[in-house]
Antibody, heavy 115, light 107 residues
Framework: EEQLVESGGDLVRPGGSLRLSCAATGFTFTSYAMNWVRQAPGKGLEWVSGLSGSGVSTYYADSVKGRFTITRDNSKNEVYLQMISLRVEDTAIYYC????????WGPGTLVTVSS | DIQMTQSPSTLSASVGDRVTITCRASESISSWLAWYQQKPGKAPRLLIYKASSLERGIPSRFSGSGSGTQFTLTISSLQPDDFATYYCQHYNSHSRKFGQGTKVEIK
């Protein structure tokens, strides 16, 4: 069964850092671009970052550029989102999603940025 | 930066109604548009990709059309399971952008 499972969400102070992970199973991981998408409480979906199957090409929304870094480890079938200088407005459920038109999503992990 | 605008923001409808949601891009995006359905507490689910291609396993009452800057999602006969929030999304190799969402409520 194809599956994505996120982990690493937590409560963190403004200015803090956090690293999210997404484990992929059931499909050829290297064949797909991967993305992080977030959803603030009661709000809509916001694409955060994406990277190519090889991990060479990475892309970011303007709202996180310079603060978030997306990487992948194709030997472990995992994708990561390193987040620094976190702000209250980064509070959201963070979803891992496969491909450009996202055919597969994880259940999400909650990041809360609060003092 | 391409902006995606959905209308309406909320839609009240009854079971059996034909429902249409519109998505407009600030500039031409060819057919690089997807539609998702999201229910409370759940991850989104892909319904339509490349503007009009039905994702595997999605009921045929869902259809998409359009190209360039104007797109529509149509539900031909609304079912109880269809009450949810719907999002359009532009995608390409280096960016994805969602519309603000359309909530379909029970009338």
């Amino acid at each position: 069964e194809e599956q994505l499972v996120e982990s690493g969400g937590d409560l963190v102070r403004p200015g803090g850092s956090l690293r999210l992970s997404c484990a992929a199973t059931g499909f050829t991981f290297t064949s797909y671009a991967m993305n992080w998408v977030r959803q603030a409480p009661g709000k809509g979906l916001e694409w955060v970052s994406g990277l190519s199957g090889s991990g060479v090409s990475t892309y970011y929304a303007d709202s996180v550029k310079g603060r978030f870094t997306i990487t992948r480890d194709n030997s472990k079938n995992e994708v990561y989102l390193q987040m620094i200088s976190l702000r209250v407005e980064d509070t959201a459920i963070y979803y891992c999603a496969r491909s450009f038109a996202a055919t597969l999503w994880g259940p999400g992990t909650l990041v809360t940025v609060s003092s | 930066d391409i902006q995606m605008t959905q209308s309406p923001s909320t839609l009240s409808a009854s079971v059996g109604d034909r429902v249409t949601i519109t998505c407009r891009a600030s500039e031409s995006i060819s057919s690089w548009l997807a539609w998702y359905q999201q229910k409370p507490g759940k991850a989104p689910r892909l319904l339509i990709y490349k503007a009009s291609s039905l994702e595997r396993g999605i009921p045929s009452r869902f259809s998409g059309s359009g190209s360039g800057t104007q797109f529509t999602l149509t539900i031909s006969s609304l079912q109880p399971d269809d009450f949810a929030t719907y999002y359009c999304q532009h995608y390409n190799s280096h960016s994805r952008k969602f519309g603000q969402g359309t909530k379909v409520e029970i009338k």
